[in-house]
């Protein structure tokens, strides 16, 4: 399709791996998944993870991209119905096929059903969850630290501490213990520890979709720690044949994704308005 004169202009991929997952996705782009991280990338990353909300043209650019692509899916850490919920996935016109895999895969919402696939919760969590209160006060990390429940996981925030990044590392191990105690393992983030099970991740989680849906390119947004799997799954995707183009979505705390990016962008809405380009031009 020819672009508008008004098009949002595309930024260029500073790889060639990237321009050509790019090119790909505009060449057929029928033939191409768009998949991204929630918070951090649709969404600012905010203090209370419970007020986060999709940017709010992101909606609206998904609304114009996704009937254009093979598929559009949002892949976070969250339960998948808090994802529907904040990001306003539900009933909106035009994402009609609109996939959201939750838990890290280990949840799945299709705009078509309006249901949430998930399995029974780990004992482990049930587990964690129970000794978590007790065991943040055992090791002295009560002053700014909170559990946030997720169903299927349990995170640690350490944000709101007088030194975020202090209480991150001093917990790291701690809660490492825990979880491998009960059969789960930690998943850092940004200023979050997360208690979950093992065997799935972003990039299990993105792979398997991919070879679903018989992609032929796909693009990966994202801005964690828990996006450098789904990273890792691009690049072997394009060791396989399958052009790939990945976004990093703002650099200064994760700059471990920001290095093996083909496009950093500094936050949701410029990863917002490629979305809305991307429309544009295919």
């Not at 790909?24 to 998949?35: G, T």
């Not at 991209?65 to 998948?80: F, H, I, Q």
């Not at 993105?206 to 994202?222: D, K, M, N």
């Not at 890792?232 to 995707?237: D, P």
Request: net charge negative; charged share 20%; aromatic share 4%.
């Amino acid at each position: 399709m020819a672009s508008s004169p008004y098009a949002h202009s595309l930024p260029s991929p500073s790889t060639p791996a990237g321009r050509d997952g790019l090119a790909a996705l505009l060449a057929r782009p029928h033939r191409a998944v768009i998949a991204l991280d929630f918070d951090g990338t649709l969404a600012e990353i905010v203090p209370d993870p419970e007020q986060a909300r999709a940017h709010p043209a992101a909606v609206p650019a998904l609304a114009r991209l996704a009937p254009k692509v093979a598929s559009v899916a949002v892949v976070t850490g969250r339960p998948a119905g808090v994802a529907v919920r904040y990001g306003g996935f539900a009933g909106v016109p035009g994402l009609d096929h609109l996939v959201v895999l939750g838990h890290y895969g280990a949840e799945r919402w299709d705009a078509v059903t309006g249901t949430v696939q998930a399995p029974a919760p780990h004992p482990g969590v049930t587990a964690v969850r129970a000794e978590l209160p007790g065991f943040l006060d055992s090791v002295g990390a009560w002053q700014g630290t909170w559990i946030e429940e997720k169903g299927q996981a349990v995170a640690v925030h350490t944000r709101r501490a007088t030194d975020p990044r202090a209480a991150f590392e001093a917990l790291r191990d701690p809660l490492a213990g825990l979880a491998a105690r009960h059969g789960l393992i930690l998943e850092p983030g940004r200023m979050v520890l997360e208690l979950r099970p093992p065997g799935m991740d972003k990039g299990v989680a993105l792979a398997e979709y991919v070879r679903e849906v018989g992609a032929e390119s796909v693009l990966y947004a994202g801005d964690d720690l828990g996006d450098l799997p789904a990273f890792g799954a691009v690049e072997k995707l394009r060791s396989d044949g399958v052009p790939g183009l990945l976004v990093c979505s703002g650099s200064a705390e994760v700059t471990e994704l920001a290095e093996r990016a083909d496009l950093l962008l500094p936050g949701p809405a410029e990863v917002v308005a490629l979305l809305a380009a991307l429309a544009d031009h295919v």
